[in-house]
């Protein structure tokens, strides 16, 4: 694409305000139809340049959200009520606008290019900042680093998905993997819950909440917990998975809701099968989750950028940490490379992040509860984090019973401790929990 003059003195290229008021134009001229249009393509306030056009965008929203009614009047009284009608112009400034098109022919080419110059500005962001961080690297790793910038600033500018599965795809496959199951065929390759929030108080938006546990342990399965849990109450999630594969995912995800044993699926009660393809058919139509298995740390920030432009997350969870690739000399660098980038990530995504972390084996040497202190390769972590949630599982069980597994009689309950070990404007404090391991489930200890 040919701009008309660069980008680089700040300012938007004379096309762009054009292209925002011919699609406010298309809004006001056809109520409902295009603005609908443009909701589902993704375009939201923040992908307009001019002030003045957001603030009638938001106000086309309001319209459309209370009772659909779109019109020039409406709009305008809604902006006199907000005392904003000067601000934009005042009326005649939107009948000038409404008067732009004769016919709504054109509307899908301006949400495009509404799109398309929103990204554009983007991918410019994203660029400049990446030069900023260059001085980190000198010494080593910048080819890697401009590799990474490249490759994602053509994914940003071009609004190239082409390296996320869609949803409907993923469930597609799960659902086949059920099929398999029931034929018996082996298949081919293949937060915060209302009980923890009563103990430890409710995550807010501005919180990095990491989740730390030795290996095997339950982290992944407690953060896909609190992803079901999440788009259960309609909040939208983007999961980065960087251990598992989506499928897997989606199938914990649905599991856990009906209570599902997946290691046992054909022989599963037939309602728990039923809830199963409920939870299923759930994420399908609510699109309500994103699964990546993104692990570059410039692609994670890339994603994350384009989905706070679109779509638009309530919660962003990463699993885990150790996982992510990042330019550095050496583990400990890396580490802490990445935890200060994802505190700048939370920033620009304004909603909460809940990161998984492995520990070290500090803990069970020593045979002891596990502390913050204890995370792997940086305590940059620990550092990073709003909250810390340790999951601790005793040797023995708290009726005294050893909760090692033996053959002949694997165990199917677990107890465990979560510890809150950091809260910055909280207590700190823990509670019982049962892990279910058909389930992989936690729930709260009842003493049974």
Not at 14 to 29: H, Q
Not at 47 to 59: L, M, S, Y
Not at 304 to 313: D, Q
Request: one cysteine or more.
């Amino acid at each position: 694409m040919i701009l008309e003059h660069p980008l680089s003195d700040g300012k938007s290229p004379p096309f762009s305000a054009k292209a925002e008021e011919y699609l406010i134009a298309c809004c006001l001229l056809d109520g409902n139809l295009t603005l609908s249009r443009a909701i589902t393509k993704g375009i939201r306030s923040d992908a307009f340049h001019v002030p003045e056009n957001r603030t009638i965008w938001d106000h086309l929203i309001k319209a459309h959200g209370r009772d659909g009614r779109i019109s020039i009047e409406v709009v305008a009284e809604d902006l006199k009520q907000a005392k904003l009608l000067e601000d934009i112009g005042g009326f005649a400034h939107l009948m000038n606008v409404s008067g732009l098109v004769p016919t709504t022919a054109s509307a899908e080419y301006f949400i495009n290019k509404v799109q398309e110059l929103y990204q554009l500005r983007q991918a410019i962001t994203i660029a400049t900042s990446a030069v900023e961080r260059c001085h980190l690297y000198q010494g080593g790793g910048v080819s890697a680093l401009v590799g990474e910038i490249v490759h994602n600033l053509s994914q940003v500018a071009n609004g190239d998905n082409a390296g996320e599965k869609p949803l409907s795809d993923i469930i597609d496959e799960v659902e086949r993997w059920t099929q398999a199951q029931e034929r018996g065929e082996r298949p081919e390759g293949a937060l915060t819950l209302g009980w923890m929030d009563q103990r430890f108080l409710p995550v807010e938006r501005h919180e990095i909440v990491v989740i730390g546990a030795r290996p095997s342990d339950g982290k992944s399965s407690l953060a896909l917990q609190v992803v079901g849990e999440n788009i259960a109450a309609g909040k939208r999630v983007a999961h980065f998975s960087l251990e598992t594969s989506p499928e897997a995912c989606v199938r914990q995800i649905a599991a856990q809701r009906a209570r599902l044993n997946l290691r046992n699926y054909r022989h599963e009660l037939e309602p728990h099968r039923k809830a199963f393809h409920k939870a299923l058919g759930h994420l399908r139509e609510g699109k309500w989750l994103r699964v990546f298995d993104r692990v570059q740390v410039t692609q994670i920030e890339a994603q994350c950028r384009l989905l706070r432009s679109s779509w638009k997350p309530d919660v962003v969870v990463i699993d885990y940490l150790q996982q992510v690739v990042a330019p550095g000399k050496s583990v400990y660098e890396r580490i802490t490379e990445i935890a200060n980038r994802i505190v700048e990530l939370r920033k620009h995504m304004d909603c909460p992040m809940v990161v998984c972390a492995q520990l070290n084996r500090g803990s069970v040497l020593e045979n002891r509860a596990p502390r913050k202190e204890d995370f792997r390769d940086s305590g940059a972590i620990e550092q990073a984090a709003h909250r810390v949630l340790l999951l601790y599982r005793p040797n023995e069980d708290f009726s005294g019973i050893s909760q090692m597994d033996t053959e002949e009689s694997p165990r199917r309950y677990y107890d465990y401790q979560i510890i809150q070990a950091k809260l910055r404007d909280g207590p700190k404090g823990s509670l019982k929990a049962k892990f279910d391991s058909h389930s992989t489930t936690f729930s709260p200890y009842t003493g049974m």
